[in-house]
């Protein structure tokens, strides 16, 4: 065996793995392979943002963590890794950078920027997915914005408009006037703002009186298309069915009945507007009222807003409410606490607006989706239901057409003449429409030969919805099916209503399968305060900081043990210095049995005579191999690790290897059978400890394994040797009776030393033990020579069989002992 280096230096043993694994190719995915059974990771794509986070360190070691284990156990593993491109945060980015609005500049231009800025985003990402250590399969690497992707991307949209899952329609969508853009549901996130509640008179027709309404919105007046009350109201039911002079715009609407109107609310009358709020709209469909358009795409009033025209929203909103209070209309205005609907990427209050938009039938797929969402395991269990709430909720189908640049374009073009919709076929792809006329003669309807493109871009989230058939090798591998659907696809708590649920809608319309069989749940990434992550809170720390620092293994153990898995979890400084010191420990303790099995020649359990401790320790590695499998099998990532570094610091560090040292140190007075069966003990434990722990600290265990074990055991990586099997020949109840028993006496002999401030090596001239029972002084006469040698006994152990209360206590036994120095 070589000898361990004396110093642990972690910077220098990641970087020569990382570097070794990809040069040994062992994460390859095996395609030629018929034999071992295939286990795929859905490994999210990330959105390139510059910067590698906690949160996303969280992540990847947990999937890591996954794909480590699983290969071990022998499963032909798929672990890929894309980057999802076309996020609407890369065309912020990039008009901010070139000081310019999407618009200004050819489309061409445009997307060269975004790509140059990607680039330079994947290069930071990457650059931190490899210090964790990921065992990443990079020969699958893959861009969402390259076009051999888009084919994937715009083959899944020709499927399922032929399937009937694709539709164009005007409806009502959720709009960010800053970024002129669609935006999905998912995409709209709520604030808690204070606004202003306007308590404005609407004068009834032909009468002196009026009705009070309150909003938080008059600027919306001009597209009042009704008034509503609620049916029940005795103060309003008489006035269902007339009319009511909309004040300013000084035309008349109806009075209508709904009992989704809130009596108790303000005034219980308010003005429908189209479309002030999602409310506006279930009432507009439902009682089918005209719809008048107010805002452009870029959130100013339009010609429907008559004097207000060209104004903004806040602008138009002040105008409205002094010309109200002008008129007398205006009774008071109240603070109000509302929740606003925000733009995900720029935080712009988001507009309903009515537009021309593609959409994907999704709601009829809300009773598949919450079945399959029942047969998928789910890390953990409760998780389900996210997705299941989600699914139930949405209002509308998933709109996913984008007014952008750079993104994935929709493989469509209209006759120029007829308006007859042209789709691509499945052949032509990757196409750009702009780009490129469709490969047809003439228009099969009125047979014109002009085509118009379809200028909008498909949502990112089409891109990034088809992952586990593309992983898979859909639609190009002969063989796909045999990956899909994915075995596991990871993701974290906040996007559980995004890639969870998009993969599966995309993969039960276009398969009609599930796309994962398990989901895997990461809680978010808290500052140590307890308080979310942020900059502004200065409880922030970066990726780069900690790698930097204490280096992918210490790291790793922070994200695999600060938390039950899906639960939030804190970043502490001291949970990764744990991790560091544990990780020390570990190779202090290995450079020292190195030490000790210099001469150790390999032999079988059967050719040794093992010692009761050697029996304890064996037992106990056992019973440990099975709760850490169970816990990698149930993704209890945390339960794992405790139970490792437990039984390595403290019952091999602490009590094993001091109580063996002695026989191996003196083998004339202990014997070479002892001697031996203690190495033995050693090697193999230290070993399976380093199994246990591969796929949490992988550069350490390996450089510990190819010193040490990596002859001996024979395999070319720790990361691709078998997982151990739990071996019950190896499980002794008695001998762990018997250990932990001449364990606790040498712990209370080093305890009373260190209290009396002896060396630990001061000998001791005699020992006297009470045993209370002939049981206990069988053990303590088998265990003899360990309990003697280890404290320094200059004499043979006196055992008195007797319960006496004289000198102290071993716990947790009815044990004494007494010693003289
Ligand atoms: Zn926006
Ligand atoms: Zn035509």
Not at 232 to 237: G, L, N, Y
Not at 329 to 346: N, P, T, W
Not at 629 to 649: G, L, P
Request: charge should be neutral; glycine fraction near 6%.
């Amino acid at each position: 065996m070589q000898p361990l280096p004396k110093k642990y230096d972690f910077a220098e043993i990641e970087r020569k793995w990382q570097q070794k694994w990809e040069d040994m190719g062992i994460y390859h995915f095996d395609w030629n392979d018929k034999h071992r059974p295939t286990y795929s990771v859905d490994t999210p794509p990330p959105y390139p943002s510059g910067e590698f986070h906690m949160g996303n360190i969280l992540n990847w070691t947990y999937f890591d963590i996954v794909a480590r284990y699983k290969r071990m156990r022998g499963f032909n593993v798929l672990f890929p890794q894309g980057w999802d491109c076309h996020g609407l945060s890369v065309e912020i980015q990039v008009e901010k950078e070139h000081k310019i609005r999407k618009r200004d500049v050819p489309p061409a231009q445009f997307r060269k920027w975004c790509e140059q800025l990607i680039e330079r985003y994947i290069a930071i990402m990457k650059d931190a997915v490899l210090k964790l250590g990921c065992s990443i399969d990079w020969t699958t690497e893959y861009r969402t914005m390259d076009p051999d992707y888009w084919r994937r991307t715009q083959l899944s949209f020709i499927l399922l408009k032929k399937k009937g899952y694709m539709y164009q329609g005007t409806h009502p969508v959720n709009w960010c006037p800053r970024c002129e853009t669609a935006i999905a549901d998912a995409e709209v996130n709520y604030e808690k703002q204070k606004g202003t509640l306007h308590y404005i008179r609407f004068p009834l027709e032909d009468s002196q009186e009026y009705l009070l309404i309150a909003t938080s919105r008059p600027e919306f007046i001009p597209a009042c298309v009704a008034v509503e009350v609620n049916p029940e109201d005795e103060r309003f039911k008489k006035y269902i069915g007339k009319k009511i002079i909309v004040p300013i715009a000084n035309r008349t609407v109806t009075i209508i009945g709904d009992e989704a109107v809130d009596p108790d609310f303000a005034t219980g009358v308010v003005q429908i507007c189209t479309y002030g709020d999602k409310e506006d709209v279930k009432t507009v469909i439902k009682h089918k009222l005209p719809v008048i358009s107010l805002l452009t795409d870029n959130g100013r009033i339009n010609e429907n807003g008559g004097k207000y025209a060209g104004l903004t929203i806040n602008q138009a909103k002040k105008a409205i409410v002094d010309d109200l209070a002008v008129a007398g209309l205006l009774e008071k205005s109240d603070k109000l606490a509302q929740e606003i609907g925000v733009c995900d990427r720029c935080k712009t209050h988001i507009e309903i607006l009515e537009h021309k938009q593609w959409f994907m039938k999704t709601r009829v797929l809300t009773d598949d989706v919450e079945k399959t969402a029942n047969e998928v395991v789910w890390y953990p269990d409760y998780m389900k239901t996210r997705l299941i709430d989600w699914a139930r909720s949405l209002d509308w189908d998933w709109v996913i057409s984008r007014q952008r640049v750079f993104a994935t374009p929709i493989p469509v073009w209209y006759c120029k003449r007829c308006g007859e919709l042209i789709l691509a076929e499945e052949a032509w792809v990757p196409i750009d429409p702009k780009l490129e006329n469709p490969r047809v003669d003439k228009c099969s309807k009125c047979g014109s030969r002009e085509f118009v493109p379809e200028h909008d871009v498909f949502d990112t989230w089409m891109d990034s919805s088809i992952t586990c058939a593309v992983h898979a090798g859909w639609p190009d591998h002969e063989n796909w099916r045999r990956l899909f659907p994915a075995d596991m696809h990871p993701s974290g708590i906040d996007i559980i209503r995004t890639w969870a649920y998009y993969l599966m809608v995309r993969h039960l319309a276009l398969f009609g399968e599930t796309p994962y069989k398990s989901c895997l749940i990461n809680g978010m990434v808290l500052g140590s305060d307890g308080r979310k992550m942020s900059k502004s809170l200065k409880n922030y720390v970066t990726a780069p900081e900690v790698l930097g620092k204490y280096g992918s293994d210490a790291t790793r153990q922070w994200a695999a043990g600060g938390g039950a898995t899906g639960s939030d979890i804190p970043f502490r400084w001291p949970d990764v210095e744990y991790g560091r010191r544990f990780l020390v420990k570990l190779w202090n303790v290995s450079s020292f049995v190195n030490k000790l099995l210099s001469d150790y020649e390999l032999v079988r359990a059967e050719d040794v005579a093992l010692e009761p401790l050697d029996k304890w320790i064996l037992s106990k590695a056992e019973k440990l191999t099975q709760k850490v499998t169970d816990a990698f099998e149930e993704c209890q990532f945390n339960i794992a690790m405790e139970e490792i570094r437990n039984f390595t610091w403290h019952v091999f560090c602490d009590a094993y290897v001091e109580a063996v040292k002695d026989r191996l140190y003196r083998p004339q007075l202990h014997g070479q059978a002892k001697r031996l069966a203690a190495q033995y003990t050693l090697h193999e434990v230290l070993h399976r400890v380093l199994q246990l722990l591969a796929p949490v600290t992988p550069h350490l265990t390996e450089e510990i394994y190819q010193t040490m074990f990596a002859e001996n055991k024979g395999c070319k990586s720790l990361q691709t040797s078998p997982w151990p099997e739990f071996n019950a020949a190896f499980v002794d109840e008695e001998a762990e009776k018997e250990g932990d028993l001449i364990i606790a006496i040498i712990g209370e002999v080093r305890r009373e030393k260190a209290e009396k401030h002896l060396p630990l090596n001061m000998q001791v001239k005699s020992i006297t033990i009470y045993s209370g029972s002939a049981e206990n002084a069988r053990i303590i006469q088998i265990g003899e020579s360990d309990i003697a040698g280890t404290i320094k006994a200059a004499s043979a152990i006196r055992i008195i069989p007797e319960k006496k209360c004289k000198g102290r206590q071993i716990s947790p036994y009815d044990m004494y002992i007494q010693t003289e120095y």
